[in-house]
């Protein structure tokens, strides 16, 4: 099954992205086949970012990204990056920059299509 997850909050101040990851890491585990992709708009593109360091006890959003980028794909949108500064080698291994060209694309071309 083909999903695409398009992200859309900032990584911290709300549990949105965290309950999406939290998702994806199910999914993950119940779909042997699962072809994903997680693609990353406005704020979310911080989520991606090399070096966070949360408090003690507290979630790391780019430690929840990192199953993802072994079995999946994780995008950030070029011009939201643009936007905040954010520059491609900011980015966390195995993530990368992507137009949103390609998420129309994706879209198209999914099975299921989740938003958070």
Known sequence: ?????ILNDAPYGNEKVFNALRLVDVMMKLEDDLDLTVFLLG???WS???GQ???DGYY???TMLKPVVRKGLVLAC???MEARGLKPENLMKGCRQAKLGELGMLVLDSD????F
């Open 60 to 62: 790391t959003i780019q």
């Open 43 to 45: 704020d979310c593109v």
């Open 48 to 50: 991606a970012m090399e």
């Open 78 to 80: 070029e011009t939201c």
């Open 53 to 55: 360091r949360t408090p």
């Open 112 to 115: 299921k299509v989740l938003t």
């Open 1 to 5: 099954m083909k999903i695409t997850m």
